[in-house]
């Protein structure tokens, strides 16, 4: 018999690698270096009641990659990326994104209705949603679990890879025959999802639809951007995507035995998040702190840091589906949980 597994895998398989990023044309790169030079000429994060100059964590947060999404996102405008990329600071500061901590969020995890287990053929880290196991009545912690655990997702994406496989399962179990969610609050958290992490669903992988969630996605697909659409996958096999011995065996072929022990998963979660992030902040800071900095040098992949003289992209290859920087952050003191 199989062993159980009842803690995250903390890397992708060996054969599971993100595709590269594409190169920047003359027009994009040049849009990207106006929006740069704008970026790092705020004095101030615009909010009613919380405004003030932008702090080290926000400069952290604002790494090339970063400004590209919202270049993206926008089509390229680079005025309108500039707004919008305020307008999630501002959003981050008010809504308190950083103040949620693993205590707060944890009675909402504790059936493990979202799992953090894997990575698909594309090392993209797979982000379970299970509505048949709620716990919990319709509340404002219910949108800030899907935040904190999105921001855990981004911390343990693997070099290279800044996009995440969303797979949601709508099973219905004893205790919950409705797994869909309130109209109200899918339309918060697309609000969320689409304006605060552009460019950040890789792939949505969506099986057993009973036909009330088949209706209530017929109600909010309108809220949906185009694009967003184009990345929904309903009642396919999964297998094409992710790879069975790391995909979870209550989902289509998946062959991964994995059981939610919250008391062993919730703990070891924050710890290997923590120590992620605490790798890529370290990076950040022997690098100068600098607005723009790479995400794949911040995840040990590029051999130096954006602007400095010796700087070249040179990908560290993985090794037994550890790349450097998880196997050199590994070591890494942990930081106080979120």
Known sequence: MAEVLKLPL????AGSQPKPRPSLDAEQQKKY???????????????TSKAG???????????????????????????EAEKRLLKT???????????????????????????????????????????????????????????????????????????LALLINFKQSKSRSNTSPGIGL???????????????LGKALIINMPWVVTAFFKLITPFIDPHTREKLAFNEDMSKYVPTEQMW???????????????????ALQELCNRRREARWQQWVSG??????SEDYLAGATAAAVGSATEKTATVPAVEGKTAEITASEAAPAVPAN
């Open 10 to 13: 903390p890397f992708p398989i």
């Open 186 to 200: 899918a339309r918060e958290v697309l609000d969320i999802l689409q304006n605060h992490y552009p460019e950040r």
């Open 53 to 79: 100059p932008p702090t080290d964590s926000e400069k952290f947060w604002l790494t090339k990659e970063c400004l590209l999404r919202y270049l993206r996102a926008t089509k390229w405008n680079q005025q």
């Open 249 to 267: 065996s209550e989902f289509s072929s998946g062959k991964l035995a994995f059981e939610y022990d919250h008391s062993q998963y919730w703990p």
């Open 89 to 163: 600071l501002t959003w981050r500061r008010e809504y308190g994104v950083e103040d949620l901590t693993a205590d707060h969020i944890s009675p909402e995890n504790e059936t493990g209705k979202q799992i953090l287990l894997g990575y698909d053929k594309e090392g993209r880290p797979c982000h379970y949603l299970n509505p048949g196991r709620q716990n919990t009545e319709a509340s404002p912690r219910q949108v800030q679990h899907l935040v904190f655990m999105v921001e855990r997702v981004i911390d343990i994406m693997p070099p290279g890879q800044e996009t």
């Open 33 to 47: 270096d106006w929006l740069l030079e704008r970026v790092k000429g705020w004095t101030e994060i615009p909010s």
């Open 288 to 293: 100068g702190k600098q607005i723009g900095e």
